[in-house]
């Protein structure tokens, strides 16, 4: 398999990291995963625009532009011949001896290689369960850092419990999931926390707001309460990986009628026709 190397194609087995990289040492880097359906990154460029985002808020300067980035995808994705599954790519500060303050001159590090994906089939049918944990992450959650520690900490412990996230609750508010966007279905309204610093606004997000668009379906992105979100008919959450998942359950009380509800079916329908329209249009063009 080979993955992408400072800007080379080598072996998984050559690539190595250098025991001073800041993205090592620090977590001082961003990162992208991106979904492959059909052979065709799926919204590659939104993903690239937004790792370029992510660089730049952190001071990370890069050389390439977006679609030199976007070339290089491509053609990991054809070297590993690979049809459905991921892309992951990080870019870090550089390396240099260990000190918190940096200097400018740094050489950022872009490494990326592909994945296989094992698409949430099971969730994405019968739904999925969640816990309620406190959002106690900094204040940057729209940077895509590679900083994902508490993240980390709060899905763990909802995985040793059987529950397929963590919805984080921040002064009462709902923010979003651990590693996905939160949604609920209140009194036929849609509720999602808006894209300010405190929630990652998905490229998933984004493209459900655009088939909810489509649908008539109506969103407001209004924060909501842990209360209302206990309330709620429905409830859904989304990311590149586990596409859209019901969830029919939090901390152990059934979400409406404890079963995937008809808005939500309506919205992953949607997606996937999105997908597919998406894939074959960026195959052809
Ligand atoms: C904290 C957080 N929020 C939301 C998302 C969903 O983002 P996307 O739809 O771009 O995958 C992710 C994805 O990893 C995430 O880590």
Redesign the pocket.
Known sequence: MKVLYNGDFIEKKDAHVDIEDRGYQFGDGVY??IRVYNGTLFTLKE?TE?LFKSAKEIGIHLQSTVSDMEEKLKQLVTENQLTDGGVYIQVTRGVAPRKHQYAESLTPKITAYTFQVKKPVLEQTAGAKALLSEDLRWLR?DI?SLN?LY?VMEKQKASEVGAFEAILVRDGFVT??????VYAVIDGVIRTHPATNL?????????LLEVCAQQGCSVDETRMSKEELLRAQEIFI????AEVVPIIEIDGQPVGEGVPGEITKRVQQGFQEKIKQESKASISS
């Open positions: 992208e995963v993903h937004r959650c895509k994902l993240n979003e999931g651990t590693s996905s966007n929630i990652l606004n998905g490229i998933t997000r984004r493209k989304s990311s590149t990986t």
